[in-house]
């Protein structure tokens, strides 16, 4: 390429069902490519497949890509551009490098179908990926393989040669399953007159489980992650991440800071493991970025009214990973408690081998030690600083707040006793520990 040739790149998916997340981490190196260089990014919908095509399926890539903030310079719809494929089939029939083949239906019926083919003159291909390095591979084994259905329906090989010669495409970011179709396009390049492009083709995307990332395997929608209450600034990073690194300890990148930093040479060659926890911690991280305002609004929107309360949002805050994590934590029935005096067996008080006479004169002790606390000083610190004096005497500091936080929850998983009781106030939490006297 041209040293002041500007860089454009495409990304063409095919509206045949909901792109996961392999196929827009795609999307992502193309559009980071392009604007690192000052180029230009292409949106093309491959919709030649009549059949398959579906409009909600393209309407949700394109909502997907606005989301993510990867916005195109240009777009196209390959089934907008079919009469230029037309002009570029007809010119390959006249210049001998495709004929006409009349063929038997494959579906036994008998008819008679002229079908446009490419005349192979079966040899050795050769191109250089900025990934794989040099490839050479021999076209004899595709035959003279089909371009078409008839003069007026081109097929996939055609059609994407085709635009992206007309669109200026100059590197062609796609999954290394692509690799098998390049000889087949660099042959019809050559056969109109078209420059090459650069290829990269990233290795697969596979699941926790090393296999392949799928549709069929549950690999979700970006949607899907957007209605669960991911960041796109989170999910844009956590993507680029998965199969690319840029060389320093640093993981959490704005959308600015990644087009920056971006290099295709440090895409990985090997197959690179999708990790939904780690999504998850890229998400935290951008979460932990955002006003407390914001924060704010996003947790007590999704509360019920008998739990609006702005002193529950630190702490429902430390245990999520994703918005959707509240409505976990209020379908569980882990936030009643702060709604409901929790209800138990004397027995879960219990710690270890203590008496249960050892736990009541422990649970007194607490009782006295918040009485003493004055109503206006009654919060987190204090209560901590007052229970754990108590603690710190014990034989055990496990029996001192083990039953203060089941006394006043009823769960073995939950805050610490003193956050929950700073929340409760001093009249609900005392009540709660003599209850379970």
Same mark, same amino acid.
Request: aromatic share 8%; proline share 5%.
């Given at each position: 390429?041209?040293?002041?040739?500007?860089?454009?790149?495409? +990304?063409?998916?095919?509206?045949?069902? +909901?792109?996961?997340?392999?196929?827009?981490?795609?999307?992502?190196?193309?559009?980071?490519?392009?604007?690192?260089?000052?180029?230009? +990014?292409?949106?093309?919908?491959?919709?030649?497949?009549?059949?398959?095509?579906?409009? /909600?399926?393209?309407?949700?890539?394109?909502?997907?890509?606005?989301?993510?903030?990867?916005?195109?310079?240009?777009?196209?719809?390959?089934?907008?551009?079919?009469?230029?494929?037309?002009?570029?089939?007809?010119?390959?029939?006249?210049?001998?490098?495709?004929?006409?083949?009349?063929?038997?239906?494959?579906?036994?019926?008998?008819?008679?179908?002229?079908?446009?083919?490419?005349?192979?003159?079966?040899?050795?291909?050769?191109?250089?990926?900025?990934?794989?390095?040099?490839?050479?591979?021999?076209?004899?084994?595709?035959?003279?393989?089909?371009?078409?259905?008839?003069?007026?329906?081109?097929?996939?090989?055609?059609?994407? &040669?085709?635009?992206?010669?007309?669109?200026? &495409?100059?590197?062609?970011?796609?999954?290394?399953?692509?690799?098998?179709?390049?000889?087949?396009?660099?042959?019809?390049?050559?056969? *109109?007159?078209?420059?090459?492009?650069?290829?990269?083709?990233?290795?697969?995307?596979?699941?926790?489980?090393?296999?392949?990332?799928?549709?069929?395997?549950?690999?979700?929608?970006?949607?899907?992650?957007?209605?669960?209450?991911?960041?796109?600034?989170?999910?844009?990073?956590?993507?680029?991440?998965?199969?690319?690194?840029?060389?320093?300890?640093?993981?959490?990148?704005?959308?600015?800071?990644?087009? =920056?930093?971006?290099?295709?040479?440090?895409?990985?060659?090997?197959?690179?493991?999708?990790?939904?926890?780690?999504?998850?911690?890229?998400?935290?991280?951008?979460?932990?970025?955002?006003?407390?305002?914001?924060?704010?609004?996003?947790?007590?929107?999704?509360?019920?009214?008998?739990?609006?309360?702005?002193?529950?949002?630190?702490?429902?805050?430390?245990?999520?990973?994703?918005?959707?994590?509240?409505?976990?934590?209020?379908?569980?029935?882990?936030? =009643?408690?702060?709604?409901?005096?929790?209800?138990?067996?004397? =027995?879960?008080?219990?710690?270890?081998?203590?008496?249960?006479?050892? *736990?009541?004169?422990? *649970?007194?002790?607490?009782?006295?030690?918040?009485?003493?606390?004055?109503?206006?000083? +009654?919060?987190?610190?204090?209560?901590?600083?007052?229970?754990?004096?108590?603690?710190?005497?014990?034989?055990?500091?496990?029996?001192?707040?083990?039953?203060?936080?089941?006394?006043?929850?009823?769960?073995?998983?939950?805050?610490?006793?003193?956050?929950?009781?700073?929340?409760?106030?001093?009249? /609900?939490?005392?009540?709660?520990?003599?209850?379970?006297?």
């Amino acid at each position: 390429m041209a040293e002041n040739q500007k860089i454009i790149t495409r +990304f063409a998916p095919s509206p045949t069902g +909901f792109l996961h997340l392999g196929a827009y981490r795609t999307a992502i190196f193309a559009y980071l490519h392009a604007k690192k260089h000052g180029g230009k +990014f292409i949106v093309r919908i491959e919709d030649t497949d009549k059949e398959r095509s579906k409009k /909600e399926y393209e309407e949700n890539i394109m909502e997907s890509l606005h989301w993510m903030n990867l916005e195109h310079d240009e777009f196209y719809r390959q089934s907008e551009n079919v009469e230029t494929h037309k002009k570029y089939l007809e010119k390959m029939i006249e210049n001998g490098n495709a004929y006409v083949s009349k063929e038997e239906a494959k579906d036994g019926s008998g008819v008679i179908k002229e079908i446009v083919r490419f005349k192979n003159p079966n040899i050795d291909v050769t191109f250089n990926d900025l990934i794989k390095g040099e490839v050479t591979m021999n076209t004899k084994d595709l035959g003279d393989f089909v371009l078409a259905k008839n003069l007026n329906e081109p097929l996939f090989h055609l059609a994407v &040669v085709v635009d992206d010669f007309e669109e200026g &495409v100059t590197h062609v970011i796609r999954g290394e399953d692509h690799v098998s179709n390049t000889p087949r396009q660099i042959l019809i390049q050559r056969a *109109i007159d078209a420059p090459t492009p650069i290829y990269a083709h990233l290795p697969l995307v596979l699941g926790p489980d090393k296999l392949k990332l799928s549709k069929r395997r549950g690999a979700l929608p970006i949607t899907e992650y957007q209605k669960q209450g991911f960041l796109p600034e989170a999910i844009l990073n956590g993507i680029a991440f998965v199969g690319w690194n840029p060389g320093t300890e640093k993981e959490i990148f704005t959308h600015d800071e990644l087009v =920056e930093a971006f290099d295709l040479e440090r895409v990985q060659k090997s197959p690179a493991v999708f990790n939904e926890t780690k999504l998850e911690w890229f998400n935290k991280e951008h979460m932990n970025k955002l006003p407390y305002q914001e924060i704010e609004k996003n947790i007590l929107e999704r509360l019920p009214e008998n739990l609006k309360e702005k002193k529950l949002v630190s702490t429902i805050f430390e245990r999520i990973t994703k918005w959707s994590d509240v409505d976990t934590m209020l379908s569980s029935g882990e936030l =009643e408690y702060f709604v409901n005096a929790p209800s138990f067996a004397k =027995e879960k008080l219990i710690y270890k081998d203590t008496p249960i006479e050892k *736990i009541n004169e422990n *649970i007194n002790s607490i009782i006295n030690a918040l009485e003493s606390i004055p109503d206006e000083n +009654f919060d987190q610190e204090n209560i901590k600083d007052s229970v754990m004096e108590i603690a710190n005497k014990a034989e055990n500091r496990g029996a001192v707040l083990h039953p203060m936080r089941y006394a006043l929850t009823g769960l073995d998983k939950s805050p610490d006793p003193f956050t929950v009781g700073g929340i409760l106030g001093k009249n /609900e939490t005392i009540s709660r520990l003599k209850k379970a006297l």
